[in-house]
């Protein structure tokens, strides 16, 4: 099998695929399976190279036939389409409460997952749950899956020692995180290619690429989770900006519920329910629980989700002064119910707003939810190794 294996055992890492290679791979996983002829007109790619390196990808087994169509004048024409089994990833979200571990396969459907709660997060826990998760996982595996697997993404929030007060953990417990590569501890145990990414960004890439976000040019998306982050689509493709930053809507200004300046992240994030419950002397571990059920909580979660939607708003129509946004996503680690609800507080909170200069955005619900960073971190390794971050506007190589 050629090209598939990144084990240290296996291909070399120097080794990439043909851009024009990447670039039929990703027009069928965004767009579905086609037959050759489409592809050359999708493409601008000759007949002939498109059938040349449709047959390469089959035989690597990144790609599989479909029904042959019928009924057409000329010869029967036969889809091909991205095979599920032709490439999976290990995607992690390491976050300030919980930490998950997931498998995906090409199409971006979770094959196993493992997941890990702390009051705050400590290296040592952490990487001994990687190590253990994906130990397990593999050897649930066929010998030609664990071939297939093309590296492990971690979604981490940046700066994660700077954070201690926020997740109410002492100082001195977070320091570790100051000098520690993550890259380098899952190298001590597993010799996958390792890809970090910022968590926030992360979710943005699974919704652009496993969601709805995809149907829009550009769009801003915010997810929201024990804090609020966020990340940016431009022309077809999740910006992360030189230093990994873009989207960081956090430390957008805002203002709490008693008009005093604040973050963004101080005023639409789960953390802040946290704080309801707490003074309330109710036990917020509920808020973590899998599966979701907050109906016992709704007397807490209705103010919240009212003051969440008015910051989300004001938050959605800055970034649209600045970009032109076509469209605010928005979704987070939260019941979908209550997501559709929040969804639907901020599409009516929005036009109140003094939007004079501006076309007001569509405002759209994610579709992952919970383990949007983890599955973000897995497609990272994915689009480094096998696709291109967007299609658009890319010409082929002749």
């Known amino acids: 099998m050629s090209q598939i294996q990144t084990h240290a055992s296996g291909a070399n890492q120097s080794e990439v695929r043909a851009y024009n290679e990447r670039l039929m791979l990703s027009v069928l996983h965004q767009e579905g399976a086609m037959p050759g002829s489409e592809m050359a007109r999708r493409t601008g790619l000759s007949s002939q190279t498109v059938s040349v390196i449709l047959r390469k990808l089959e035989q690597d087994g990144l790609i599989v036939r479909g029904e042959s169509q019928k009924g057409r004048v000329g010869k029967p024409s036969v889809p091909m389409g991205i095979n599920p089994e032709g490439l999976f990833s290990f995607g992690v979200k390491m976050g300030r409460r919980s930490a998950d571990l997931l498998l995906t396969d090409f199409c971006g459907t979770i094959r196993a997952q493992r997941r890990l709660r702390y009051a705050y997060p400590q290296p040592q826990e952490i990487f001994g749950f990687i190590q253990r998760s994906l130990a397990e996982i593999e050897a649930d595996l066929t010998a030609d899956q664990r071939d297939r697997i093309c590296g492990i993404g971690l979604a981490t929030p940046f700066d994660l020692w ?8 002492p100082k001195a417990s977070l320091e570790a995180w100051r ?4 890259a380098e501890e899952i190298a001590r145990f597993s010799d996958l290619r390792t890809f970090v990414i910022n968590d926030a960004t992360a979710a943005c890439r699974a919704e652009h690429m496993f969601g709805g976000s995809r149907a829009w040019r550009d769009c801003v998306y915010f997810f929201i989770a024990s804090f609020l982050g966020g990340g940016v689509v431009l022309n077809n493709s999740v910006y992360e900006g030189s230093r990994g930053n873009a989207g960081a809507l956090g430390p957008l200004p805002s203002r709490g519920v008693d008009g005093q300046e604040a973050r963004l992240l101080d005023t639409a994030s789960i953390r802040v329910l946290e704080r309801r419950l707490l003074a309330a002397d109710i036990d917020p571990s509920v808020l973590w629980q899998h599966p979701q059920d907050w109906s016992r909580i709704e007397a807490q ?23 032109d946004f076509q469209a605010v996503v928005i979704d987070g680690a939260m019941p979908s119910p209550l ?20 076309v007001l955005p569509d405002v759209q619900e994610g579709r992952i939810g919970a383990n949007a960073s983890a599955l973000g ?22």
Do not use: M, N
Request: charged share 20%; aromatic share 6%; with cysteine.
């Open 339 to 358: 997501r559709a609800r929040l969804v639907a507080r901020v599409r009516a909170e929005l036009p109140q707003l003094d939007s004079r200069g501006l």
């Open 162 to 169: 700077r954070w201690h007060e926020q997740v109410g953990a």
């Open 377 to 398: 971190a897995a497609a990272k390794p994915l689009i480094a190794q096998y696709l291109l971050d967007s299609h658009s506007g890319f010409s082929p190589i002749s």
């Open 301 to 323: 979660v209705a103010p919240w989700l009212e003051e969440t939607a008015v910051a989300l708003a004001r938050a959605a129509l800055a970034t649209c002064a600045v970009i």
């Open 179 to 182: 000098e520690l590569d993550p």
